[in-house]
């Protein structure tokens, strides 16, 4: 859309988009909320996938919406998701990035935590996170990605050379493929230590750090591009789950949350707790 505005500043007749509705953002969510039912240039039109085409099977139909009520909604009866949100908005991801700054250098006397998301190098992009606490804040100080297609061993000797130079000898991750990543940071004199929290976890703790600007980020585009994709889905029994959206990455997102999260029970803990007598 915003490439073919300026284009249409010299083109005449009607734009058409077609679309299959999905999460309640984007330019599609922003036209049906501006303009539907309601006079205007902008025609909205919403129809069931029955009245677009009756040749469908409506049997079929039911059944999937039986299976799958949200997702078939959408895809089949016009629907907005309502179990999918934004994770973290724009403006919250902006006012707790430090314009410019990209990596802060190890410092001596200082703390780190780091936090790793490994790749088998064809398909997903591995990450790596290094954050340490400044009081009750969180300070996000390096965060790298290796893009796919890449050597996993290659990676793993980089990434462990990074961690030594931040006098890191442990580093956390996800429970990704098993007991390979354990066994390859080993080589390098790295103890790898499977998270003991879900991806989903890791983000709803980072939430608060982001909401409440006790965390700073760095400058990073991949790294504000993948945090304002993340979905938030509501589950039964009460505990979201975030995610990217499909066909979308999170490898540099979850490692920085990771990272901070890590680094943020850590300042907590520091914090002196009151003893009432």
Not at 66 to 79: I, M, R, S, V
Request: glycine share 8%; aromatic share 8%; charged share 25%.
């Amino acid at each position: 859309m915003r490439a073919l505005r300026p284009g249409r500043l010299t083109t005449k007749g009607p734009l058409i988009v077609i679309s299959t509705p999905y999460r309640r953002a984007g330019v599609l969510w922003t036209a049906y909320r501006q303009h539907w039912g309601r006079d205007g240039q902008v025609l909205v039109w919403v129809a069931d996938s029955l009245t677009m085409n009756p040749t469908l099977d409506a049997a079929e139909i039911e059944e999937e919406l039986k299976n799958d009520p949200e997702a078939a909604a959408a895809e089949y009866l016009a629907q907005f998701r309502s179990d999918l949100e934004d994770f973290l908005p724009m403006e919250a991801i902006e006012a707790v990035t430090i314009p410019g700054r990209y990596e802060i250098l190890p410092l001596q006397g200082v703390r780190y935590l780091g936090f790793v998301d490994p790749s088998g190098g064809r398909a997903d992009s591995a990450a790596l996170a290094v954050a340490h606490a400044e009081g009750d804040r969180v300070i996000l100080d390096l965060a790298r990605r290796w893009p796919a297609p890449h050597d996993p061993a290659q990676v793993v000797g980089e990434m462990a050379g990074i961690l030594k130079s931040y006098g890191l000898r442990r580093v956390t991750g996800d429970r990704y493929a098993g007991a390979w990543p354990e066994q390859e940071f080993r080589k390098h004199g790295i103890t790898y230590a499977p998270a003991a929290k879900t991806k989903s976890d890791l983000y709803l703790e980072f939430l608060p750090l982001v909401l409440s600007g006790r965390v700073e980020l760095l400058d990073l585009k991949q790294l504000s591009n993948e945090l304002r994709a993340l979905e938030r889905r509501a589950r039964s029994g009460g505990r979201d789950s975030v995610d990217h959206p499909a066909r979308g990455q999170d490898d540099l997102a979850n490692a920085v949350a990771g990272a901070c999260s890590l680094a943020g029970t850590a300042a907590f803990r520091a914090i002196p707790r009151i003893r009432w007598i």
